[in-house]
C-alpha cells in the first residue's frame, strides 16, 4: 500500500482495493483446495447410504453436486461443521468427520440442505461484494484520512505523515467498522433464517431440528444469550430461535 501511495499518491486507495480484491476473490476460490490441505485431509466422501441419501436429495432439489468431502476435522477438535467452498465449477461441500459421527443419515442431509440454501439463495456471492464494497469504502475513507495533514500534526508531528496518518486511521476508523460489524452479523443472521428456510421445505425441519439440538450440545453452545448480546456478536441466531422459526414453516 506505501508503495502504491509513493507511486501514484492519491489514487493509492484504488490499487490497493484492487489488489485486496484479487486476493480475496482468490482466497474464496481456492482456500478449499490450497490452503486446507495444508492442515487437514479432506477425502471425497465414499460410496454407501450417506452418499446415496445426498445425491438423491440434490437431485431432488435440483442441484448438481458433484464434490462431496469428509474433513479430517477431528484431528484438532471436536467441533463439528459442513461449509460450501469455492464458486462456480470449483465449488464443493466439506463435512467434517465429526458431523458424520455425530448424526444420523437424515440429520446430515438437512445439514447439507442448508449449506445447499446458501447456495442457491446466493449467499456466498452476495457475502463476498458486501466483503469487496466494505473494503471500497474503508480504503476510500483511508485516502481522506491520509490526505488530511492536520491528523498528523494532532498526533505531535510538525510535518504530514503518512504513517501517522494510517495510526490515527486506526483509532478513528473503529466506530464505524463496529457499525458496519453489526450489519454484516445482521444480514448473516438473516442469510441463515433463509438457509434453514431452503431446508425445511426441501429436506426436513424435523431432521435440521434435531442436527442443530445435536451440534449445539458439542459446540457448548449457550441456549439462552441476551438478546442484546445476540445483535451485536452473533453470526448466527441462537437455537431456540432457529427451531421457533422453522416450526412456523
Ligand atoms: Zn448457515
Known sequence: MIWFYQVTQ???????????SGFMIFMVMFYSSLIVPLFNKQTPLEQGELRDAIEAFS???????????????????????????????KKRIVLYDTLIKDLEVGELVAVLAHEIGHYKK???????????????????????????????VALGAHIHSFHLALISFALLYSPLSTVMGLAMNSLSRRNEYEADRFAARHSSATALGSALKKLSVNNLSNLTPHPAYVFFNYSHPPLLQRLRAMATI
Not at 442441484?63 to 477438535?77: A, E, K, M, T
Not at 473494503?135 to 490526505?147: D, K, N, V
Open 59 to 89: 437431485s431432488q432439489a435440483g442441484f448438481q453436486l458433484d464434490n462431496v468431502f469428509v474433513i479430517d476435522g477431528s484431528r484438532r477438535s471436536t467441533k463439528a461443521n459442513a461449509y460450501f467452498a469455492g464458486l462456480g465449477a
Open 10 to 20: 492519491g489514487y493509492f486507495w484504488i490499487y490497493t482495493w484492487l489488489l485486496i
Open 122 to 152: 446466493k449467499h456466498a456471492r452476495k457475502g463476498i461484494a458486501v466483503a469487496l464494497c466494505q473494503a471500497g469504502i474503508m480504503l476510500f475513507i483511508l485516502s481522506l484520512f491520509i490526505a488530511n495533514p492536520l491528523l498528523s
